[in-house]
């Protein structure tokens, strides 16, 4: 009982889950001369990217910093250590979908977004190109039922465009390529309706790449 007293402070004191990448980011060091680092912050849809595609990431200048569950509140406090202080060219920002789902509690898709937009304004204040990606498709949350995803995460894709092209970023639209007509994802891209399998992976390999080339070559 004393153990998962312990664990539960440990968790708490931990919110955001900043250990998961600390020791990953002081053995990566800073970006070799040339190099064109891009980190990848999300959660368990960035993070199984890796662990589905190993080779998209090999022997690329590409850092996963995804972490499963995770909302935009704890990706903006972990945001300065998983991708400021490893000085990439260009982020990928992928979320929203577990705050949608609850799973830090109840959150506005205002809040989602000034939260994005908090993350976008960081990257772009430290000379890092983020590129704002659309949140996949999801016709409900088998964790979370009654979340109604099918409807908002449509209306989130279309803040975070709006907000894109206010501010001149890049979009990177993973939504268009992957729904159905139920606003959800077919069970050869999500077998679970939610994370991607390998074909979806595939699907979005090539949409991540153009959106890196465009972004790369805004870096000064």
Request: proline share 6%; glycine share 6%.
């Amino acid at each position: 009982m004393l153990a998962l007293f312990q664990t539960k402070i440990t968790n708490a004191q931990d919110w955001a889950n900043l250990k998961e990448f600390q020791s990953a980011n002081q053995t990566l060091g800073v970006p070799k001369k040339g190099e064109n680092r891009v980190v990848f912050m999300g959660n368990s849809i960035t993070i199984g990217w890796s662990a589905q595609v190993p080779e998209f990431f090999k022997d690329k200048p590409y850092i996963n910093r995804g972490i499963s569950g995770q909302t935009t509140p704890q990706m903006l406090l972990r945001f300065r250590q998983d991708v400021i202080d490893l000085n990439p060219k260009v982020v990928l920002i992928l979320a929203g979908t577990n705050d949608i789902a609850g799973n830090t509690g109840p959150m506005s898709l205002e809040e989602i977004m000034d939260n994005i937009k908090s993350m976008a304004e960081l990257a772009r204040a430290n000379g890092i190109e983020p590129v704002l990606c659309s949140v996949l498709p999801a016709e409900r949350y088998h964790w979370k039922p009654g979340k109604k995803p099918d409807e908002k995460i449509p209306l989130l894709n279309a803040m975070i465009l709006k907000y894109a092209l206010s501010q001149d970023l890049i979009y990177l639209d993973y939504f268009g390529a992957l729904a159905n007509d139920v606003m959800g994802m077919d069970k050869d891209l999500a077998e679970d309706g939610v994370h991607p399998t390998l074909k979806a992976y595939r699907i979005m390999a090539p949409l991540a790449e153009e959106a890196i080339l465009k972004a790369l070559e805004r870096h000064p």
